[in-house]
């Protein structure tokens, strides 16, 4: 079982950064691929970043790639995205979630999410 906690969200300017944390509790952190996912008012999940257990793979979506970063300190059982130059179509409630084994960029394939925390880009 693990449970996860995402924090840093907020309010901020087009062009401006967030970091979001997801600190997650159980022993087996380390061995779950981890993801980002996002949900629009009116709009389906949609993926954004996400990487493997051990970091060595990563997969971005195209409309983040070169601001986002997606980033993992297994001692800490924390994992965060580093959101630079944000827009205003950023504006979304964040969600991290967690899968053992395997990496994907399909939210129903992840068994694990956090509650979400909310970022807002102002234009």
């Known amino acids: 079982q693990v449970q996860l906690v995402e924090s840093g969200g907020g309010l901020v300017q087009a062009g401006g950064s967030l970091r979001l944390s997801c600190a997650a509790s159980g022993r087996t952190f380390s061995s779950y691929a981890m993801g980002w996912f996002r949900q629009a008012p009116g709009k389906e999940r949609e993926f954004v970043a996400a990487?493997?257990?051990?970091?060595?793979?990563?997969y971005y979506a195209d409309s983040v790639k070169g601001r986002f970063t997606i980033s993992r300190d297994n001692a800490k059982n924390t994992v965060y995205l580093q959101m630079n130059s944000l827009k205003p179509e950023d504006t979304a409630v964040y969600y991290c979630?967690?899968?053992?084994?395997?990496?994907?960029?399909?939210?129903?394939?992840?068994?694990?999410w956090g509650q979400g925390t909310q970022v807002t880009v102002s234009s």
């Open positions: 990487h493997n257990w051990s970091g060595s793979i990563t």
């Open positions: 979630a967690a899968k053992p084994w395997g990496l994907t960029v399909v939210a129903a394939t992840y068994d694990y």
